[in-house]
């Protein structure tokens, strides 16, 4: 209990909404400007259909910048002209980044499927 309580869990927590403030602030292609305000005015089925839109745009784009971290992983992984203990800290660096992008897009899904649910009570 303690270990979840204590550690992991708000850690976890506070990196994933570390990613997400920014992202969500300014995202881009999204034609939600506010999303703090879209999110408290949003009271009917268009409205959470909107939301869905927006939080699935954003797995995408997450989940692409995971993708781009996992290639960066694999160039630092080949790369023979830098200290071995370097390189390792690089790779690992990159593996967190792809780790937590491909977390944070699985938290956009699921955000998105609920405001789904959502539309379909409004409907």
């Known amino acids: 209990m303690n270990r979840i ?5 708000p850690k976890m927590v506070l990196t994933i909404a570390f990613i997400l403030a920014p992202m969500l602030a300014h995202s881009q292609g999204s034609e939600i400007e506010h999303i703090e305000e879209a999110i408290a005015n949003a009271k009917t089925k268009a409205d959470h259909e909107r939301l869905v839109a927006h939080y699935e745009e954003e797995a995408k784009r997450l989940e692409k910048k995971s993708e781009e971290y996992q290639e960066l992983a694999k160039v630092y992984k080949k790369i023979t002209d830098v200290y071995p203990n370097i390189r390792s800290y690089m790779v690992l660096h990159y593996q967190n980044l792809t780790r937590r992008y491909k977390e944070a897009a699985e938290e956009n899904r699921a955000l998105a499927k609920l405001h789904h649910e959502l539309a379909i009570v409004e409907d």
């Open 5 to 9: 309580y204590g550690g992991l869990v």
